[in-house]
């Protein structure tokens, strides 16, 4: 890839949280970071809200534990992230779990997830930060990537080494787009070349898959659209006739697709949710348990703890104590 100033990074710590250093290159403003209070995660936001775009080119960078200055503490997003490696190795945490930095591949980080770059060295590769008004499409399209950063199961893609360079060269019109100054054309122009880069992910995701459904597969479409609205609405409405009503479908035919594309039901995968929500913040928070309860939507704490109990086989703070005190798998 070629090198461009706007978004340049030879900083081991710029993209990932880091103090810029003089002479890197990048004219993009920091991005902000946000602590409401000392028991929240820290959010880290783009500079612009709205369709909102970073692109930061990374060349030899290290971070967390390869670097000088060491992990950041675990963070949210309020964008999407996308972390192309072309060469270099490492580590993210991803809501705790581990997703390995290898070469030729794209690292997908979706808003609100909570991650650390742990470890890495030698990266050379880019990082597109971006907002989810840049997501094109109707959701109701069969070529709408959008579901890719918003599935909490997709978290890294292997890039077949002949497309490389066109994925680079695309990443690097959007640095370009990044570096003009803004007119008419600026958003759908990023909007359409984001699209482009999501849509070839997409296609790189189908492609090594063991199952596969068409990209018209209606459970396929339903599936996405549903991730969307849970997405959404977790944390207000717990019942799947609300989803199938968001949705303009029945209720029956709502649990088919979800079980035929998960092997689960509606109301399994809103709780699965909730779930996720809850065991974020007993992890990398000093919520309580009760403020936990209500952030994953349950009025009460005790059936809350029952509930995380029957999902998790602990308490809410058997499970903090428990994840809190492991070592990370080497």
């Avoid at 993009?28 to 970071?33: E, K, L």
């Avoid at 122009?189 to 880069?197: D, E, G, I, K, Y």
């Avoid at 709780?271 to 403020?291: K, N, P, Y």
Wanted: net charge positive; charged share 25%; with cysteine.
């Amino acid at each position: 890839m070629a090198a461009v100033n706007q978004g340049l990074v030879s900083n081991p710590r710029a993209p990932f949280g880091g103090t810029k250093q003089p002479g890197s290159g990048t004219r993009s403003q920091p991005r902000c970071r946000v602590t409401s209070a000392a028991t929240e995660i820290t959010v880290d936001r783009l500079p612009q809200a709205g369709a909102s775009l970073e692109v930061l080119l990374l060349r030899a960078a290290s971070f967390g534990s390869g670097s000088n200055g060491g992990a950041r503490e675990p963070h949210r997003h309020d964008y999407h992230e996308l972390v192309w490696t072309r060469a270099g190795s490492g580590r993210h945490l991803i809501d705790g779990e581990p997703s390995s930095v290898e070469p030729n591949t794209m690292t997908l980080i979706g808003r609100g997830q909570v991650h650390v770059f742990e470890r890495a060295s030698g990266l050379h590769g880019a990082v597109v930060r971006f907002g989810e008004e840049l997501l094109h499409g109707d959701p109701a399209t069969a070529s709408n990537p959008a579901w890719l950063v918003s599935s909490r199961a997709v978290r890294r893609v292997s890039v077949p080494s002949g497309e490389a360079g066109r994925l680079e060269a695309a990443i690097e019109l959007l640095a370009a787009e990044t570096r003009r100054p803004p007119d008419s054309r600026s958003v759908d122009l990023q909007r359409h070349l984001l699209s482009a880069v999501l849509l070839w992910v997409e296609r790189w995701y189908e492609a090594t898959r063991i199952e596969q459904h068409d990209a018209d597969d209606p459970d396929l479409r339903l599936y996405r659209r549903f991730g969307d609205v849970l997405e959404r609405d977790y944390a207000r409405y717990h019942d799947a006739p609300h989803y199938a009503d968001q949705l303009g479908v029945p209720q029956a035919a709502l649990s088919r697709a979800l079980v035929t594309m998960t092997g689960r039901t509606t109301k399994e995968l809103i709780t699965d949710r909730r779930m996720l929500e809850a065991a974020r913040l007993l992890r990398f928070s000093e919520l309580g348990v009760g403020e936990v309860a209500y952030r994953a939507g349950y009025g009460d704490q005790l059936y809350f703890s029952r509930a995380f109990k029957r999902q998790f086989g602990e308490s809410p703070s058997a499970y903090r104590e428990r994840m809190r005190g492991r070592v990370p798998e080497s």
